[in-house]
């Protein structure tokens, strides 16, 4: 069965970082990405890629966070830099065996991680 694992969340101030990492095990993904849903909130797509020079970043964190994957160690990141109050949610992980580019369509992925907490204090 996939496993998607995420760690790295965590409860900082604003202005500071987060480094997010989802590691995959007994699974081989093409797009992979990143959403958060806020309490209240519908989940949303933060950050996703299928290589380096395929990636796409919502408008709210372009700029601030980089996604990036080791494909040997089939483990996917999140750096986050200069965080805002907004920017706190549940992260998730996701992973597609297909390639559906780096899209933010829920639909595309078929193995989500269970998800870790990104707290920011103003």
């Known amino acids: 069965q996939v496993q998607l694992v995420e760690s790295g969340g965590g409860s900082v101030q604003a202005g500071g970082s987060l480094r997010l990492s989802c590691a995959a095990s007994r699974y081989r993904a093409s797009t992979m990405g990143w959403f958060r849903q806020a309490p209240g909130k519908e989940r949303e797509g933060v950050a996703a890629m299928v290589s380096d020079d395929i990636t796409r970043y919502s408008d709210s964190v372009k700029g601030r966070f980089t996604i990036s994957r080791d494909n040997a160690q089939n483990t996917l990141y999140l750096q986050m830099n200069n965080l805002k109050p907004e920017d706190t949610a549940m992260y998730y992980c996701?992973?597609?065996?297909?390639?559906?580019?780096?899209?933010?369509?829920?639909?595309?992925?078929?193995?989500w991680g269970q998800g870790t907490q990104v707290t920011v204090s103003s």
């Open positions: 996701a992973a597609s065996a297909s390639n559906w580019g780096a899209t933010f369509w829920v639909g595309a992925y078929n193995a």
